[in-house]
Structure formats: C-alpha cells, structure tokens
C-alpha cells in the first residue's frame, strides 16, 4: 500500500528498510533494518508503528541493556 506524503503532498511513501537511531538520555540507540516509509520526492520518513511498538516492548522487558547505554548500570 502506498500513501501520499504528508509533507510534500507530491511523493509517495515507499517501503524502506533504514537505520533507526535515537539518543536515550546519555545513551544512543542504534537499530539497524528498521522497517520505515520513505518519501520518495522529499524525504520524509517515518518509522513502521509495529516495529516501534515491538522494539519499546523489547526495551521494556529488558529494563537496563547494555547495549543501549553507553554507561556502566551502577553510574546511571
Ligand atoms: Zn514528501
């Protein structure tokens, strides 16, 4: 299913799979093949709503990991 871009009301949103990256306080959060639409015209691009869900529910079961802080637990 395509959509119009919201933005430019010209592209379509295409399917892409790109890498989803995001500060968490101190920390930086690096998801690679994250599933996006992007506009083809302008660029715009946002991130599958499944896929953002999934991934704060991964974060919610894991509480503190490792691998998206870049500080020590116990200095948190
Ligand atoms: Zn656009």
Redesign the pocket.
Known sequence: MEAI???????R?QPRVISYVRWLGDSLLVVNRMPAVV??????RAYDDRAIQHLQRLLMMSNVDVTITSRPYYLA
């Open positions: 871009c919201p933005v430019c009301h010209v592209g949103l506009c083809d015209v302008c660029g715009e």
